[in-house]
């Protein structure tokens, strides 16, 4: 939350309680979240042009103190109670799921600071040890769900002690408290735990064997919970019986009054009597109190369902157990223990169904106490508009059987028509599945849609109509109708719950845009003025700059002579006008590469000259040459690779090839 909408909030807190104080003097009983409700309302409505979205002055802030306590004692009181039950319920209605979390939370949290104590510190003493014991059943006792009563004599108590030790001593008597120690802390509040459980389980198995003389304590949990869903489940039947034929009457009684004209109409020509306002708002309240009803009847089947389950496993497991013990009564413990914690924890979600089956019921107590004795007072109103205008009453499967008409044409739109199947849920669409048309155009009067109409999407929402001519009207300016709902629920505040747009009427720009979106234009501003007309309004000969002393003309002559010498002359020259500054773009010279030539060079044969014979042996007699001249020629091998890396060359020898292969030799014979 930014700082502003902090001061702000702390503000309305002060505010309300402020107010709290005045409205005790006068015997007027609300909440403080009602109060607190109706503070933002009023510095959100456009008639009290309060500046929001910044720190109020005193005077601001007692002003809205003022006009809040005028609203509250102005509002009939079945507005209030309207407003006083949808406060209650928002605040009071949990799911299942939420409920039993905060409740198993703060049984853990119970659980958990007695556990610390047993298992921090083990006693070595006797009477340490009984010390130690009784903290143990007071603990399973805890989580038993068996609350020592105020209300207990001292027999009641001490029985209930006494019968929750002898189920804890069956598995952990108390001399085996010495083997707490040879664990650790873990191990240790996982056995205390579970033999917690299992004497649960005894207990259970105690109270089914001798319910006369073990039951202390431990209550008929399944007897208790079908009662209070049989009495819960009825009494909602009976409430929405009563509310739908309600239903039925306000809205035929009240709705071609509103929707006959325009309420601006209407307000000119007759205005709204008091006894069509008031069904109005009552029909608010039966719309609010079928919509809860409703959810609660849901909840109910599905958890009488679940509890019928429960209760018949835990019948069932009793039996089992007890006959397993009556065959064999040696039997191992690791096959009877399970069965006794399994029997603890279906109890125990025997107990969370109770909890939540008591709190539905609370609700439905005081939903009924808060609208009954109102809705009682605007029967007789009703019937009386139902007998001077002899109309007919439908059937409930009459009123909500959907007329089917002709689709008009959306070429004009500024909406997405899309078909309604039955898979979808009329509380799941935008305001409730309340048509918006009927809410603008009957000044917030809650009219149920026509499913048959379609869907009609704007702006990622969806809404649902009534009547042909409403979506004509809603197509073709969907926004203009919806900034108005804001603003007539912000005169009607039953409608903020009703139609779930808490965070639209609640966020100070969301509000402020709808208002400037539907303020009508500002009037024209009249007033009374004087003018003077010409004095000669007839046009005639009368030349102003006439005169009759002549010197005078010679006067302006030559004072029109010296202006015209003295006027002075620019010309702009040819070179002036061939100036220009013009840019031009050059490009870098470009980088080239050259190959300088080659040097290349070669090896010549190398030849190297012998004198054959010099030694003097001469063969000439077998046959061999004279003494001669041998030249021997040594020439480069053939194969040697030369590698060029730069423009001038260094001739680079692979090393893989050696000259150790024997030169080549060429003999030329020298003759004599």
């Known amino acids: ?67 809040t306590l005028e609203r509250i004692i102005g509002m009939h009181p079945l507005a209030r109670n309207t407003i006083l039950m949808q406060l209650h319920y928002n605040t009071n209605y949990f799911t299942r799921e939420e409920l039993l979390e905060a409740q198993h939370i703060e049984l853990e949290k119970q659980m958990k600071v007695m556990l610390e104590e047993l298992v921090v510190a083990i006693p070595n003493q006797q009477k340490h040890r009984e010390t130690y014991y009784q903290k143990l059943i007071f603990a399973t006792m805890a989580k038993a769900g068996i609350v020592v009563d105020s209300g207990w004599d001292v027999a009641s108590g001490f029985k209930v002690l006494q019968q929750t030790r002898v189920a ?65 489940l009825n009494t909602l039947f009976d409430l929405r019986n009563r509310n739908n034929t309600r239903m039925i009457y306000y809205t035929t009684v009240i709705k071609s009054y509103f929707l006959k004209t325009n309420v601006t109409q209407q307000y000119e020509r007759r205005g709204i009597t008091k006894d069509m306002l008031l069904i109005r708002q009552g029909l608010t309240m039966v719309h609010q109190l079928l919509i809860y009803c409703r959810q609660l009847d849901y909840e109910l089947y599905r958890e009488e369902k679940l509890s019928e389950k429960l209760i018949e496993s835990l019948d069932q497991g009793i039996k089992n157990l007890d006959s397993v013990l009556r065959a064999d009564k040696s039997v191992p413990m690791f096959t009877v223990y399970p069965k006794f914690i399994e029997l603890a924890n279906t109890w125990e979600g025997i107990q969370d169904s109770l909890a939540f089956v ?38 409930l499967d009459e009123f909500l059987r959907s007329p089917v008409f002709d689709l008009p044409s959306l070429k004009e739109s500024r909406v997405r028509r899309d078909t309604f199947t039955e898979d979808l849920n009329f509380l799941g669409t935008q305001y409730c599945g309340f048509c918006v048309w009927s809410l603008v155009e009957g000044f917030g009067l809650p ?10 999407n704007w702006n990622e929402k969806s809404y649902l109509l009534s009547t042909p001519d409403a979506i004509v009207d809603f197509s073709k300016d969907p926004e203009t109708y919806i900034n108005k709902t804001i603003n007539i629920a912000l005169r009607w505040p039953e409608l903020i719950f009703l139609l779930k747009i808490q965070d639209d009427v609640f966020t100070p720009e969301v509000a402020i845009e709808a208002i400037r979106a539907t303020t009508a234009p500002s009037p024209f501003i009249y007033a009374d003025l004087a003018i003077q007309t010409e004095l000669h309004p007839i046009p005639s000969n009368i030349i102003p700059g006439y005169s009759w002393n002549e010197w005078e003309y010679r006067k302006r002559a030559i004072f029109l002579s010296n202006v015209h010498k003295s006027v002075t002359h620019s010309t702009q020259t040819n070179l002036q006008s061939c100036k220009d500054t013009q840019g031009t773009q050059t490009y870098p010279l470009r980088s080239r590469r050259i190959q300088t030539n080659r040097s290349v060079y070669t090896e010549a044969p190398r030849s190297q000259f012998y004198f054959y014979g010099l030694r003097g042996y001469h063969c000439s007699s077998l046959g061999s040459n004279p003494p001669h001249i041998v030249e021997l020629t040594r020439e480069p091998v053939m194969d040697m690779k030369i590698k060029f ?9 692979d090393p893989k090839k050696t000259f150790l292969s024997a030169p080549v030799v060429k003999l030329n014979n020298v003759n004599y």
């Open 1 to 67: 939350m930014a700082k502003g909408e902090s001061v702000l909030h702390e503000t309305y807190l002060k505010l309300s309680e402020e107010i709290q104080i005045e409205l005790k003097s006068i015997n007027v009983t609300v909440t403080d979240t009602f109060i607190l409700m109706l503070v933002r309302v009023v510095s959100l409505e456009p008639e009290n042009k309060f500046i929001i979205m910044q720190f109020l002055e005193p005077s601001e802030i007692e002003r809205i103190k003022r006009v």
């Open 168 to 232: 804890l001593s069956d598995v952990f008597p108390l001399e085996d408290i010495d083997l707490l120690s040879c664990m650790n802390a873990e191990v240790r509040e996982e056995e205390l735990r579970n033999t917690i459980q299992i004497a649960i389980g005894i207990r259970l198995l105690n109270r089914y064997l001798d319910p006369v003389n073990m039951s202390a304590g431990i209550p008929d949990l399944g007897g208790t919970l079908t009662e209070v869903l049989e009495r819960t």
């Open 358 to 395: 008591n709190n539905c019921a609370d609700l439905v107590e005081v939903l009924e106490d808060l609208t009954e004795n109102q809705l009682e007072e605007i029967d007789p109103i009703v019937n009386q508009k139902k007998m001077l205008t002899n109309m007919y009453i439908p059937t």
């Open 447 to 456: 009219i149920f849609s026509n499913p048959s109409l379609g869907i009609y």
């Open 645 to 653: 890396s730069t423009p001038i060359q260094m001739a680079v020898i």
